[in-house]
Structures are given as structure tokens and as C-alpha cells.
T-cell receptor, first 113, second 117 residues
Framework: KAGVTQTPRYLIKTRGQQVTLSCSPI?????VSWYQQTPGQGLQFLFE???????NKGNFPGRFSGRQFSNSRSEMNVSTLELGDSALYLC????????????FGEGSWLTVV | GENVEQHPSTLSVQEGDSAVIKCTYS??????FPWYKQELGKGPQLIID?????GEKKDQRIAVTLNKTAKHFSLHITETQPEDSAVYFC????????????????FGKGTHLIIQP
């Protein structure tokens, strides 16, 4: 069974631009969550989607948003990029919301210059 | 919210020896504690997890113990091998069995495990 797939794997953006990252969960998984990983702050929870609805949100500004489609695939968007947004963005999937084991993808490396 | 502390930040052991990584959590309501291994350039890989109704769980060379009273849990790796070298993360979460929404995983800062040949 294929794992969590994230695209693109690497990207470079300029301050002020916006970026969209994509995630395909494990087949049959309906919950998708997003995490940001940086050397300074470590792994931090961004938000979780289940059945196309945002169920939970971490402590990030409104520039960070996401959505989930009917096939459970998800996208996250960061607008007005700042240098501090440079990070590894990880998508994770689980069978349901709140109660199941979470599996991570390989991540999307974002560099903001 | 939940806070997870992880120690040590770096651990160097001889190949074949055991390694122990410890974590403490702050929210007594947390009931799900997974451990992830992350290799360079890759995403975190789940290696073992434990729920609060269990005190210990083993999977071959890996074991996790949980002390709910003290609010700490530990990862034990026996007979370490070079391929065990990686960064290990502990995490905590309130697991809602009914399928309702819950907070995301709260992670520790990670332990860089180095296996010396």
C-alpha cells in the first residue's frame, strides 16, 4: 500500500509570495493533518482535516490555511511568505480523526528567500 | 496545552549496547504516546506507540514504558545497530476513541542517537 505522498518535495519562494503544498493520504485514510518542522521550534501541529472539515488548529497565524477534498487529498497554503516560514512541512494521515495512529509523509522542503 | 520534554538531546552508545530516551508530559489527560524515528531528509517514521491503559509494550528490540502517575514514558532500544542511528521523537496526544476531534500531536525536541561502531 502506498504511503503518504507529498508534492512538491522541494521549492524556493520569495518573501511576499504564496505557496500551495499538496498531500495524498494513505488509501482509505480520511484524516489529514499538517505539521511544520524547523530546527528552532521542532515539530509543531498546524491543523487537521477530516471529511473536508477542519477539526483542529494549532497556534499559527491566519496566513496558514488548508483544505481537504472529497477524495481525502489535502492542500495547505501559506500566503505572504516570510523568511521564518522556511521549514519542512509534513503531512500525516490516519484512518479517522482523533483516535488513530498517525503516519507521516516525506515532507515538502520550503525555502523562503 | 500539552508540553513534552525529551532527554537527552544527544545520545552516543556503542554498537550492541542499549539506549534509553526519556520523555515527560504535562497534561494528565493525554492518553496516547507514539515514538517516531526520523532519518536525514525523510519524514518521521512511527516505530512504536503506547496507550495509557498499558504500562509497557515491546516490539523485537524496541520497548516503551509508561508511568502515568509520574507522567513520563521511555523508549528502550536493545542490541543497538548502526541503522538505529537517527533522530527519535516522542509525542503525546489526547486520543478520542469516539472519533471526535482532538488536538494534534505535541512533540518533544528530539534525541539524536549515534551508534558508535
Amino acid at each position: 500500500k502506498a504511503g503518504v505522498t507529498q508534492t512538491p518535495r522541494y521549492l524556493i519562494k520569495t518573501r511576499g509570495q504564496q505557496v500551495t503544498l499538496s498531500c495524498s493520504p494513505i488509501s482509505g485514510h480520511r484524516s489529514v493533518s499538517w505539521y511544520q518542522q524547523t530546527p528552532g521550534q521542532g515539530l509543531q501541529f498546524l491543523f487537521e482535516y477530516f471529511s473536508e472539515t477542519q477539526r483542529n488548529k494549532g497556534n499559527f497565524p491566519g496566513r496558514f490555511s488548508g483544505r481537504q477534498f472529497s477524495n481525502s487529498r489535502s492542500e495547505m497554503n501559506v500566503s505572504t511568505l516570510e523568511l521564518g516560514d522556511s521549514a519542512l512541512y509534513l503531512c500525516a494521515s490516519s484512518l479517522g480523526s482523533g483516535g488513530n495512529t498517525i503516519y507521516f509523509g516525506e515532507g515538502s522542503w520550503l525555502t523562503v528567500v | 496545552g500539552e508540553n513534552v520534554e525529551q532527554h537527552p538531546s544527544t545520545l552516543s552508545v556503542q554498537e550492541g549496547d542499549s539506549a534509553v530516551i526519556k520523555c515527560t508530559y504535562s497534561d494528565s489527560a493525554s492518553n496516547y504516546f507514539p515514538w517516531y524515528k526520523q532519518e536525514l531528509g525523510k519524514g518521521p517514521q512511527l516505530i512504536i506507540d503506547i496507550r495509557s491503559n498499558v504500562g509497557e509494550k515491546k516490539d523485537q528490540r524496541i520497548a516503551v514504558t509508561l508511568n502515568k502517575t509520574a507522567k513520563h514514558f521511555s523508549l528502550h532500544i536493545t542490541e543497538t545497530q548502526p541503522e538505529d542511528s537517527a533522530v527519535y521523537f516522542c509525542a503525546a496526544r489526547l486520543r478520542v476513541e469516539s472519533g471526535g476531534g482532538a488536538d494534534g500531536l505535541t512533540f518533544g525536541k528530539g534525541t539524536h542517537l549515534i551508534i558508535q561502531p
